[in-house]
T-cell receptor, first 116, second 114 residues
């Protein structure tokens, strides 16, 4: 078990540029979640996948945000036309979900985005 | 709807003294409750979770929490603080339907004074 990994760990970009973040979940986990954490706040849920299906995306912050998990393994989160307000830590988590109820989500180290 | 309220944004204790981090929750369904810890420049780590079994839950590093339905509380405690406990602590609620995504409180920063 190598844990959840995220790449890059830090990203600095200029306003208006597109950015893409990658998340590699724990290998046997079928669910993958994205969260955003701004300074002084707790993480905020954005979207999640079960295998390759994106089952909830209404919490994505705007239509500039999109996520994919094409083969049910790694996932990408893209932000188009970045704005300074997008500066935050983007966290990925994974879990092995079953019908038995909530299970532990394991978090990656996050990608810290700074938009200049 | 579900939410958590962490009653203290910052708690400061002396090393070796007890720790109490307070959390109240609100949930329309039977909740699962968690405490996560976040050390600087490290990922969120699960301390403990409550999922309708025993109301007193023991976690890692000597932490425990008690689920009190009548008070809608899930306070985190530790008998004796250690310097390595200094971190940000999040109380979290999840509901047993749908996405099971987590709803985080705003966090409590624990400072441990030598």
């Amino acid at each position: 078990d190598t844990g959840v990994s995220q790449d890059p760990r830090h990203k600095i970009t200029k306003r208006g540029q597109n950015v893409t973040f990658r998340c590699d979940p724990i290998s046997e986990h079928n669910r993958l979640y994205w969260y955003r954490q701004t300074l002084g706040q707790g993480p905020e849920f954005l979207t999640y996948f079960q295998n390759e299906a994106q089952l909830e995306k209404s919490r994505l912050l705007s239509d500039r945000f999109s996520a994919e998990r094409p083969k049910g393994s790694f996932s990408t989160l893209e932000i188009q036309r970045t704005e300074q307000g997008d500066s935050a830590m983007y966290l990925c988590a994974s879990s092995l979900w079953s019908s038995g109820g909530p299970v532990t989500q394991y978090f990656g180290p996050g990608t810290r985005l700074l938009v200049l | 709807a579900q939410s958590v309220t962490q009653l203290d944004s910052h708690v400061s204790v002396s090393e070796g003294t007890p720790v109490l981090l307070r959390c109240n929750y609100s949930s329309s369904y039977s909740p699962s409750l968690f405490w996560y810890v976040q050390h600087p420049n490290k990922g969120l780590q699960l301390l403990l979770k409550y999922t309708s079994a025993a109301t007193l839950v023991k976690g890692i590093n000597g932490f425990e929490a008690e689920f009190k339905k009548s008070e809608t509380s899930f306070h985190l405690t530790k008998p004796s603080a250690h310097m390595s406990d200094a971190a940000e602590y999040f109380c979290v609620v999840s509901v047993e339907t749908g996405a099971n995504n987590l709803f985080f409180g705003t966090g409590t920063r624990l400072t441990v004074i030598p």
